[in-house]
Nanobody
């Protein structure tokens, strides 16, 4: 099975930028869609962005469109989330996850079956 490890989180000021990374080990995930999700204290985990297995298509929640960009480098078995112009409401633990089915990606949390441990992003106002 695949192991996913997120990195790149931290404390950033409003309007700043961060780049999160999701590195896979154990096996390749080049035929799997990957999603980024986030969970703020007291809230449910929500979809943030997703990318198809080959990077040809991506999805974003409306609140991050135009600010966040998801990308992947299958040669490095890594998916990235570039976060620009961050806002305090972006504060959360960010998780990456692998879609349960090959060659598919979508916004449903329940569609993803392997998850990383998460990385904290805190945006100060």
């Amino acid at each position: 099975q695949v192991q996913l490890v997120e990195s790149g989180g931290g404390l950033v000021q409003t309007g700043g930028s961060l780049r999160l990374s999701c590195a896979a080990s154990g096996r390749t995930f080049r035929n799997r869609g990957i999603g980024w999700f986030r969970q703020a204290p007291g809230k449910e985990r929500e979809f943030v962005a997703g990318i198809s297995y080959n990077g040809s298509s991506s999805l974003y929640v409306d609140s991050v469109k135009g600010r966040f960009t998801i990308s992947r480098d299958n040669a490095k078995n890594t998916v990235y989330l570039q976060m620009n112009n961050v806002k305090p409401e972006d504060t959360a633990v960010y998780f990456c996850a692998e879609h349960a089915y090959a060659y598919r990606s979508d916004v449903l949390t329940t569609s993803y079956n392997f998850w990383g441990q998460g990385t904290q992003v805190t945006v100060s106002s």
